[in-house]
């Protein structure tokens, strides 16, 4: 008997972006170990957390595909990007990737209410959610690079972000839980 409730379509995508958070996990570890071999320590330790939460994002996909009867296609994925040039650029690629990633997930958001896919509607608005924390949080620190000089960041500043990060949360704040008591 055939249990599998997933079009081909959706399966295909599911997969697909399972080798997506594959990869993106692959970029921060790669991003980190650069930070720690430029003396970051603080900024690797945020980047290995996240490599982590892209791991956790996989296994979610993954876990659901076998959920509903799916088969799951464990591909090959691509060699990180190179090495970034200096913090600043680190970021903007974190931010880029982020993005990418975001427009996947939004892909596969259309792709189930267009197919009336319910359960997998509303399995991805999980990740929707933490798309947009990702974004926030990526662009959050874009800030501070702007503020600690961009680029020519100081030595200060920098040595500053890096002890920061080692223990800054992991989640960004979103627009929901505002109110005007708390902003």
Not at 14 to 21: D, I
Not at 80 to 90: G, H, R, T, V
Not at 94 to 122: C, H, P, Q, R
């Amino acid at each position: 008997m055939n249990t599998n409730r997933l079009s081909n379509t959706l399966s295909d995508g599911l997969n697909a972006q399972v080798t997506k958070e594959a990869a993106a996990a692959q970029t921060y570890i790669s991003f980190a170990v650069w930070a720690d071999s430029e003396g970051y320590g603080g900024i690797a330790n945020f980047l290995f957390r996240h490599a982590n939460e892209e791991r956790n994002h996989m296994t979610k996909i993954i876990e659901y595909i076998l959920q509903r009867g799916g088969r799951v296609r464990i591909e090959a994925i691509p060699a990180p990007p190179a090495d970034p040039l200096n913090i600043q650029d680190c970021f903007e690629k974190v931010f880029e990737s982020e993005i990418d990633n975001t427009k996947a997930i939004y892909k596969l958001v259309k792709m189930s209410f267009d197919e009336g896919d319910w359960a997998t509607w509303n399995f991805m608005q999980w990740f929707v959610k933490e798309q947009t924390e990702e974004e926030t949080l990526a662009m959050e620190l874009l800030d501070k690079i702007k503020i600690a000089g961009g680029a020519a960041a100081s030595g200060d500043a920098l040595y500053e972000l890096d002890r920061d990060l080692k223990s800054a949360p992991d989640d960004a704040e979103l627009a929901q839980t505002k109110t005007a008591e708390n902003p």
